[in-house]
């Protein structure tokens, strides 16, 4: 089983960027997807997460500029990012719990990070 997160990248404050996180391999399920970042000195934080039936949280900080979304035919969990900020920046994390066939429970898998720099 991997994740694959991809849509990192450099913009300017106040731009918009679009994270992508798709999940493979041998697959049964998959329950809650997330998405965490962590910046330069900082611990990895919370920034946005979905359960299977689509509720939704988000960290305060980025409350009304973020969206997650996930696409559970195509095992994928989306981040959109808006009104982005400085203090944005950090390596993006997508998280999913995922079933794995033949494993019998349900363990968190992480995908590899990808970098967000917004310039201010």
């Known amino acids: 089983v991997q994740l694959q997160a991809s849509g990192g990248g450099l913009v300017q404050a106040g731009g918009s960027l679009r994270l992508s996180c798709a999940a493979s391999g041998s697959i049964f399920s998959i329950n809650a997807m997330a998405w965490y970042r962590q910046a330069p000195g900082n611990q990895r934080e919370l920034v946005a997460a979905?359960?299977?039936?689509?509720?939704?949280k988000y960290a305060d900080s980025v409350k009304g500029r973020f969206t997650i979304s996930r696409d559970n035919a195509k095992k994928t969990v989306a981040l959109q990012m808006s009104s982005l900020k400085a203090e944005d920046t950090a390596v993006y994390y997508c998280k999913a719990a995922i079933w794995r066939l033949g494993s019998g429970a349900f363990r968190d898998y992480w995908g590899q990070g990808t970098l967000v720099t917004v310039s201010s």
């Open positions: 979905t359960t299977s039936d689509g509720i939704t």
